[in-house]
């Protein structure tokens, strides 16, 4: 594709003509040209269509996580491991900072 947009410009070009790219040879070299509000409303269905594919995957993705979860026995697999993380770091605060009563 470049070697074609190089070999149209040596061909086409002049002294007086290389310093000017009008449309029609940006048209000639399938250089599209968008107009904003083309633009404005391709960028928002895009963005509409990838928080709609990200909704419907975090939505897929969660059902099996649960439904895994639920499979392997429910979550006091997972609470326990996040009791013992919350008992530690309690732990680990009253060293820190002890309560000091007054």
């Not at 928080?51 to 392997?72: C, D, E, M």
């Amino acid at each position: 594709m470049f070697k074609r947009i190089k070999k149209y410009h040596e061909e086409n070009s002049t002294a007086s003509n290389s310093a000017k790219i009008s449309l029609e040879s940006l048209k000639k070299l399938k250089i599209a040209y968008i107009p904003y509000n083309e633009l404005l409303k391709e960028g928002f269905f895009a963005g509409v269509g990838w928080a709609f594919g990200v909704t419907i995957g975090f939505v897929i993705i969660s059902s099996l996580l649960v439904i895994i979860i639920r499979a392997l026995g429910g979550l006091p697999l997972i609470g326990s491991g996040i009791a013992n993380i919350v008992e530690e770091t309690q732990i680990q605060l009253l060293k820190r900072t002890p309560l000091i009563s007054r």
